[in-house]
């Protein structure tokens, strides 16, 4: 499997930005985003399935959104409202249907104040 992560940047805090990630090779059950900030752990931003449903963390609920297209295989991040503690490494991750597991690469963003 390969995926593809584009977007991503330098925003001003309260500005949006767009993460797109693209899957190929498998079809997959699940797609998500995560997030690594400095000295953090990474986390799980946002998630969702292939029947639609998705799964997001307290801190970006209202914010983000998350949203799929399984005919190309891509997931979308929107992130509105962005925050300085937003900051991170961003990573696109997916689950095949063979219960196997992808981390793209990750892309980074920077949210001013």
């Known amino acids: 499997v390969q995926l593809q992560a584009s977007g991503g940047g330098l925003a001003q805090a309260g500005n949006s930005l767009t993460l797109s990630c693209a899957a190929s090779?498998?079809?997959?059950?699940?797609m998500g985003w995560y997030r690594q900030a400095p000295g953090k752990q990474r986390e799980l931003v946002a998630l969702?399935?292939?029947?639609?449903?998705?799964n997001y963390a307290d801190s970006v609920k209202g914010r983000f959104t998350i949203s799929r297209d399984n005919a190309k295989n891509t997931v979308v991040l929107q992130m509105n409202s962005l925050k300085p503690e937003d900051t991170a490494v961003y990573y696109c991750?997916?689950?095949?249907?063979?219960?196997?597991?992808?981390w793209g690469q990750g892309t980074l963003v920077t949210v001013s104040s």
């Open positions: 991750k997916v689950r095949t249907i063979y219960a196997r597991e992808y």
């Open positions: 090779g498998s079809i997959v059950s699940s």
């Open positions: 969702i399935i292939s029947g639609g449903s998705t």
